[in-house]
């Protein structure tokens, strides 16, 4: 009679029990959201070291917004973020991703109140400059804050 294996059936088990082995990580919380915000931009170092080596990083300009509260403060309902980390819940920096068709309204409303839709993501890579950064599909100012 042939003795089954059962020592790497029972790790794993065990394994699974203590949490050790879990279920690949969901990827990025997202969210479709509306904020306000000053827009601004400013001039970073890019790749290939984003700023880790300045004599060879490209610079590039990029957009970010400037908000008058917190993230959180402007999201309703009040879980709209519950996925997010405390630094982004907290932010009142979101970088954006301006897609061309928004490029040439971007550059006219720099320094100016605008309200962007788009999708929040929270931010992985490191030369990411926010703990959030917004996939902006639509852009337009405002005279005063409402949310």
């Not at 999201?75 to 405390?86: I, K, M, N, T």
Request: glycine share 8%.
């Amino acid at each position: 009679m042939r003795k089954r294996p059962i020592l790497p059936a029972l790790t794993l088990a065990l394994c699974l029990a203590a949490g050790v082995v879990s279920a690949p990580a969901a990827g990025p919380a997202t969210q479709s959201v509306a904020v306000q915000g000053i827009l601004q931009s400013g001039e970073f170092l890019g790749a290939p070291g984003y700023g880790d080596s300045p004599a060879g990083d490209r610079s590039e300009t990029a957009y970010y917004l400037q908000l008058p509260a917190p993230l959180a403060a402007q999201l309703r309902p009040a879980g709209a973020l519950a996925d997010f980390s405390a630094a982004a819940k907290g932010a009142y920096f979101v970088q954006l991703t301006v897609f061309d068709e928004e490029q040439s309204v971007a550059r006219t409303l720099v320094g100016k109140k605008v309200r962007i839709a788009g999708l929040l993501v929270e931010s992985e890579a490191d030369h990411r400059k926010t703990p959030a950064l917004i996939q902006v599909k639509s852009l337009s100012p405002i005279r005063d804050w409402i949310w």
